[in-house]
């Protein structure tokens, strides 16, 4: 199978919108995908990155909007002639057919000689690790084998674009987070533009090189899996891309300020929006004793009483409410030298946030 490299091409998606009688399931979203980039739509269900990814792929007609591949408008295109490769949900596999037979399913379409198929699935699945699998039957296979036939009858064609509709969703974790590693690896081999959609943000993170994050038919952000996390615009994308606790802040002459105490930031916010809020990372949130000594250096610092302490293997989550009247959340890794410091369920502690890690963000979308 030849390399695709040359094949992968950008996409423009322009002012989309898909309405569903009086339902706005997809509300004016642009975005442009470079040639050869790993995208994700991420969001929770009914956000409109399924409808948005199926408009892609031709089995949903936009009410308005365009998209273009390479510069060419595809709205008015039939799914077959668009030449996009798609991996569904449910995979969609033919149980009456060897595995063969369903990877050369698409190449039969385009009259592709029999030999030549043969050949090209022979080289598919060697591509996704299934090297003699070709006569099995599909009851035969696991679910991350099948996953891998969804994926490899999605490319077999060399398509100029490859579509996944939540691929992973259907595996249990250990095996998801395996295929994760798999899926990225082939795309880079492959160099193919790529779309998926999930509401794992982990998947997210761990596989594309930017995610669209969506709210409600409305595109919330769009940014490298580093940026999201780092610098979430809004409250919901600080939410749906890890954990997060909020405080809400006020203006005074000397700057932004939890209550009476002053917010300090490593570099001053450049544009602080009327309703925003204070956005903590619990494993940014350091809990020291009550009674320790605060150095002035510059760090932000939050006094507050232990509601809870939760073991979760590798790290542990203590929930704190402030003396302000606000519920927080610290992380701190499952490491001996930590458990011998743990503070108990009703202690008063002091909680760190290094300058460099205030950001502050939008209330709302």
Not at 208 to 234: C, H, M, W
Not at 321 to 335: E, F, T
């Amino acid at each position: 199978m030849t390399q695709a490299h040359a094949t992968a091409l950008p996409v423009q998606v322009q002012s989309l919108c898909k309405y569903f009688g009086t339902v706005r399931a997809v509300e004016d979203v642009s975005f442009d995908i470079r040639a050869g980039e790993f995208l994700t739509l991420l969001g929770p269900s009914g956000s409109g990155k399924t409808t948005l990814l199926m408009m892609i792929a031709g089995f949903t007609r936009p009410t308005r909007g365009s998209i273009r591949i390479a510069g060419q408008e595809i709205i008015h295109l039939p799914p077959h002639k668009r030449n996009i490769g798609m991996v569904f949900q449910n995979y969609a596999l033919f149980p009456h057919m060897s595995v063969g037979e369903n990877i050369a399913y698409p190449l039969r379409l385009r009259k592709m000689s029999r030999a030549a198929a043969e050949d090209r699935v022979r080289q598919v699945l060697d591509l996704v690790q299934l090297g003699g699998y070709a006569e099995r039957r599909i009851s035969e296979l696991s679910g991350g084998q099948r996953q891998r036939i969804a994926i490899a009858r999605a490319i077999v064609f060399e398509p100029r674009i490859l579509l996944m509709d939540e691929p992973l969703s259907a595996l249990d974790k250990q095996l998801r987070e395996t295929m994760q590693i798999e899926i990225r690896k082939l795309h880079d081999r492959l160099g193919m533009t790529t779309i998926s959609v999930t509401h794992d943000q982990r998947e997210a993170l761990t596989m594309s090189d930017r995610i669209a994050v969506f709210s409600n038919g409305k595109l919330a952000q769009v940014a490298t899996p580093a940026d999201l996390y780092e610098k979430p615009e809004s409250r919901f994308v600080a939410e749906f891309i890890g954990e997060s606790s909020f405080l809400p802040l006020s203006h005074t002459p000397q700057g932004l300020a939890y209550g009476n105490q002053p917010i300090r930031f490593a570099h001053a916010p450049e544009a602080v929006p009327a309703d925003g809020m204070l956005m903590l990372r619990p494993e940014r949130l350091r809990l020291l004793p009550a009674d320790a000594q605060i150095p002035p250096d510059g760090a932000n610092f939050f006094e507050g009483q232990v509601q809870a302490v939760v073991f979760q293997g590798e790290s542990l989550l203590f929930e704190a409410m402030l003396d302000g009247g606000h519920k927080v959340y610290s992380r701190m890794a499952n490491r001996s030298e930590n458990t011998r410091l743990l503070p108990r369920v009703g202690e008063r502690v002091t909680l760190r946030l290094e300058s460099a890690d205030a950001r502050i963000v939008r209330a709302e979308d």
